[in-house]
């Protein structure tokens, strides 16, 4: 019976999402300016709104009647593409510094993505509501959830298939150098 090698960055990795999950129900908005503030920036540029922040509520934008806070940051998507980055990456590497090195690799490719992501979807959001808002009335917390569920599994498997593709590919390339 041969054991998996792999099992103790997969152990690692999810120690590590386990205790970031547990981190984050006693966290609050100004524990989670790493990911509020850089989206609340872009969400700014991309709409000229400007943003005041109050500690107890997030990033209040009065033009657009928002407010990014805690619910807002991504920290579960950024964990869990976390996760599959360390997975996927862990799986495709040969060395052992390769594999030690995917853990803060993979953080911090998943906090870029977040932050894209989180953009995206906030954007995306302000842009429906608004062009829907006389539509559905009482239902835009229904528009704002569903477009949250649409755009981050969207990019979470968009992620995984970009990729594994690209490891696959540099792993196959690299059996032929």
Not at 10 to 20: D, E, P, R, S, W
Not at 70 to 98: E, R
Not at 110 to 135: D, E, G, H, P, W
Request: net charge positive.
């Amino acid at each position: 019976m041969q054991i998996n090698k792999n099992i103790p960055y997969y152990l690692t990795a999810v120690g590590l999402f386990i205790l970031l999950k547990f981190g984050f129900t006693l966290a609050d908005n100004n524990d989670l300016t790493f990911l509020i503030k850089p989206t609340d920036k872009l969400v700014g540029l991309l709409t000229g709104s400007h943003s005041v922040y109050l500690s107890e509520s997030g990033y209040f934008h009065e033009h657009l009647n928002i407010i990014i806070d805690k619910s807002c940051s991504g920290f579960n998507f950024w964990i869990l593409c976390f996760l599959i980055f360390a997975y996927l990456t862990v799986k495709h590497s040969d060395k052992t510094l390769s594999k030690i090195l995917t853990i803060p690799s993979a953080l911090i490719g998943a906090y870029l993505l977040t932050i894209f992501v989180n953009t995206s979807r906030i954007f995306a959001s302000i842009v429906v509501q608004t062009q829907t808002k006389n539509i559905f009335l009482n239902q835009q917390h229904i528009i704002h959830e569903a477009i949250g569920i649409i755009t981050n599994l969207s990019f979470m498997i968009l992620a995984y298939i970009l990729i594994e593709k690209i490891l696959i590919n540099r792993h196959h390339n690299a059996k032929f150098a």
